[in-house]
């Protein structure tokens, strides 16, 4: 899990690479699994009019085991994935992530991203799923209910999500400790 300023060194690392950007951006602002992203189409992104903070946007995910979820899309994920769309190659694949040679981008591809712009930005013995890890635990942190954070990272018992209570606990106590009056 990346604490809530390594994962703004990450955006900042990541910003102006407008592929890359969005890539980073959903599994940040969605905690969608790696697989789960590399299987995306253009045709299960949903996005609003306008993109502000009012108007959500979805995107519609085959998760484990094939179950089809929903998951919103904030301001920041749309804006990215906006900003992605306008550029996107043309390419005959109707995959969301392509390559500049418009061939999808697969799993490990997505991986080199993320470890390439973790490296960026300074940091160590991140992953991929470590963004899903920091999605579910600042969600928990901030006050988002179990059962949102649930239905979004695709679990089926509460009892699963509810691990990212201690993470959040614990990361609360060191916060506490580090910044004490």
Partial sequence: MLSEPEYKRLLTAVHGE???????ELLLQTGIRLAELARLMVSDIELPAKV???HTG?????????KARTVTLNFKACRALR???????RAE???LFITKFGKP?????IENVVTKYLAVAGIQ???VHALRHTFATH????GTSLASVRAALGHESLATTSLYVGLAREQMDQELQRNAL
């Fill in 83 to 89: 900003n992605y769309l306008q550029v996107r190659p």
């Fill in 139 to 142: 969600h928990v942190k901030k």
């Fill in 125 to 127: 013995g991140a992953s």
């Fill in 18 to 24: 407008i592929r890359d950007e969005a890539i980073i």
């Fill in 105 to 109: 981008i697969g799993p490990r591809s």
């Fill in 52 to 54: 502000d903070r009012e």
């Fill in 93 to 95: 694949e109707s995959e």
């Fill in 58 to 66: 979805a995107v519609h995910i085959q998760g484990k085991g094939r």
